[in-house]
């Protein structure tokens, strides 16, 4: 069985097909799903999907794209993440990329996510994106390490994810360590703990091969797994026992019914 630990079904895209999805997911035996909040706004979309669907889990927060809103403090997240279905706090971070000038408010806003991840105990899922040093900085200055979480569709270099997983984290792999130009991730993919490794869609983006270009969905996270298996020269059964166990173990409240279970 696998887990899709990142991705979107609340989109458009995704939403308005999503009894086929969630048939795809069983029939490629990708049994949960973690479907993310990028916004406020859009977060009651996400809880309901996951109160309408025993194997969906929600998270809550405000990714770095999203500008000119009212920020979140940490009380109100963690008001928010007061409920079962809510087992993480994210995504949150910091993307240089998409974004130029000053961005102090992405770095408070970031600030603002681990304060509430640690208030209440749930951890983080956390977005970096041509901001390595200052992610893992200001995860250093607020204590990032003592709540743990996933640093999702990671796309650095080695050294930062052995900063990472020095600070309590997980390493997730999407559909980018398929592509052919991602020698650099597929390096990281040989060399990362099995016991820090998860793996995600983070769809509707980032379809992986053979599906790339195409709109990606949880399913699709079964080829995420089989490329690792195969960058590490072993069973997909071990990638996928192992990440998926990652995933309860790190998302505990998510973990009661896996673990009654197995
Ligand atoms: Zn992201
Ligand atoms: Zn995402």
């Given amino acids: 069985m696998f887990v899709d630990s990142h ?13 086929e999805l969630l048939r795809n997911m069983t029939e490629n035996q990708v049994t949960h799903a973690l479907c993310v909040s990028v916004n406020l706004t859009d977060f009651p979309r996400v809880l309901a999907l996951a109160r309408m669907h025993e194997n969906l889990f929600a ?30 706090i994210g995504e949150t971070g910091l993307d240089y990329y998409r974004l130029q000038g000053d961005l102090e408010w992405q770095r408070e806003r970031f600030r603002q996510h681990i304060r509430a991840a640690r208030a209440c105990g749930k951890p983080l899922i956390i977005h970096t994106r041509s901001a390595a040093n200052d992610t893992l900085r200001i995860m250093r200055e607020e204590g990032a390490d003592q709540i743990g979480g996933v640093m999702h569709c990671f796309t650095e270099s080695w050294e930062v994810a052995q900063q990472a997983i020095e600070m309590n984290f997980y390493i997730s792999f999407s559909g980018i360590v398929t592509f052919k130009n991602a020698a650099t991730l597929k390096d990281v993919a040989r060399k990362i703990p099995l016991a820090r490794m998860l793996i995600e869609t983070d769809s509707p983006y980032l379809a992986p091969v053979p599906y790339r270009g195409k709109l990606n969905q949880p399913a699709f996270v079964r080829h995420v797994a089989e490329e690792i298996a195969r960058l590490r020269d072993t069973g997909l059964d071990e990638i996928a026992t192992a990440t998926t166990g990652n995933f309860f173990r790190l998302f505990r409240t998510a973990g009661d019914d896996y673990h009654a279970r197995y």
């Fill in 59 to 88: 998270s809550v927060g405000v990714h770095p794209d999203y500008e000119n809103l009212d920020e979140p403090d940490a009380q109100q997240l963690v008001q928010l993440a007061d409920n079962p279905k809510v087992i993480a």
């Fill in 7 to 19: 991705c979107h079904l609340d989109f458009p895209d995704l939403a308005s097909n999503l009894n």
